[in-house]
């Protein structure tokens, strides 16, 4: 199939897709089902990554007044024929193998099970995230912002998955982006402690996608293929302090914004940058991660630009509460609007 052909393909299956549907005003553009949870016999513990994480998030949230339940979006989940604008036939295929599974999510024993029942137990959480994250960039564009509660799964490229990222979920919000929103410019601010080598290796050749990448190089992935397709490399190596990130991370912004202009930012926004991350190695505050995400709005909202949060990496259990936390305070700062005054009831 020539490349012409491809992207014909791939534009069809893109407006095709049932992932993209009208919002109503009285939704709040935070984007999470409850179908995000993995919850798998308990084996789900074998890996430090909190599997329920996200419904925690927004049960602070709700708890906090920032939103209410009704306000939700629940996304659709993302099929074969959704899936397949990225992924190969082949690579998709090789999920069906439960060892191959067990590999990508690192957690041993789901090569035991049956893939229908690894199916449903895993790949179908990770499947309606990926729905939120490409849902979340119409919403953005519509909103000026959109927040999925779930996905950032930035190790996974078209053809590999990894590190507990089974599906290329940014490379995909941002296809269905350039077509369905006829947007051509999108910058990748990935600010999760490790390499965004998914996206990078799916947009090395692509001008369309300018990719600030700021992650600590002595812990995984190691993909120096990769890191040669970032735009702008920023290294904090372990041990790094709150006021040195963010000093790192102002000057980044700083030359990003005179570097290039996008119709649209997707914020990779993990939190195991924490301090206490067990992979992260690096020693940033739950304040530091709140000054970093308001920076980052604020760079967004100052040059009027649409913007995509994804939750990504965190592996300590008090994640959740340092997300929904991070969220209070775009609200509070109104670079978010959710329609309430959080903190009242």
Not at 33 to 59: A, M, T
């Amino acid at each position: 199939m020539s490349s012409n052909d491809a992207e014909t393909v791939r534009r069809d299956r893109i407006l095709s897709s049932k992932l993209y549907f009208d919002v109503p005003s009285s939704k709040v553009p935070v984007i999470y089902s409850s179908s995000y949870n993995i919850s798998f016999l308990g084996i789900e513990k074998l890996h430090p990554f909190d599997s329920k994480k996200w419904g925690r998030v927004c049960q602070f949230l709700v708890a906090a007044g920032v939103i209410r339940k009704d306000q939700i979006i629940e996304p659709l989940e993302a099929k074969m024929n959704d899936l397949l604008v990225v992924h190969t036939e082949s690579y998709l295929n090789s999920l069906k193998n439960s060892l191959n599974v067990a590999k990508i999510i690192e957690v041993p024993p789901v090569a035991l099970f049956p893939h229908c029942i690894v199916k449903e137990k895993v790949e179908r959480p990770f499947r309606n995230q990926v729905g939120g994250s490409i849902l979340a960039a119409k919403v953005a564009k519509g909103r000026g912002w959109a927040i999925n509660v779930g996905g950032g799964f930035h190790h996974c490229s078209a053809e590999q998955g990894g590190g507990f990222c089974m599906y290329a979920d940014i490379t995909l919000c941002i296809h269905y982006a350039f077509v369905q929103l006829n947007i051509s410019s999108v910058m990748i601010i990935d600010l999760d402690a490790h390499q965004g080598n998914g996206h990078e290796k799916d947009f090395s050749h692509d001008s369309r996608v300018y990719i600030l990448d700021m992650f600590n190089p002595e812990i995984y992935p190691f993909d120096y293929e990769a890191r040669r397709c970032i735009n702008q490399k920023v290294e904090v190596v372990s041990g790094t302090t709150t006021s040195e990130y963010l000093k790192k991370l102002e000057e980044a912004l700083e030359v990003a914004s005179t570097s290039y202009d996008p119709e649209l930012i997707v914020y990779n926004a993990g939190t195991d940058i924490l301090d206490g991350d067990p992979l992260g190695l690096l020693k940033i505050s739950a304040d530091g991660i709140a000054r970093r995400d308001e920076k980052v709005f604020r760079f967004a909202r100052a040059r009027r630009i649409p913007i995509v949060m994804l939750t990504s990496g965190g592996y300590m259990k008090s994640s959740a509460k340092v997300i929904a936390d991070s969220i209070e305070n775009l609200s509070k700062q109104n670079l978010i609007d959710t329609g309430s005054t959080p903190g009242r009831m």
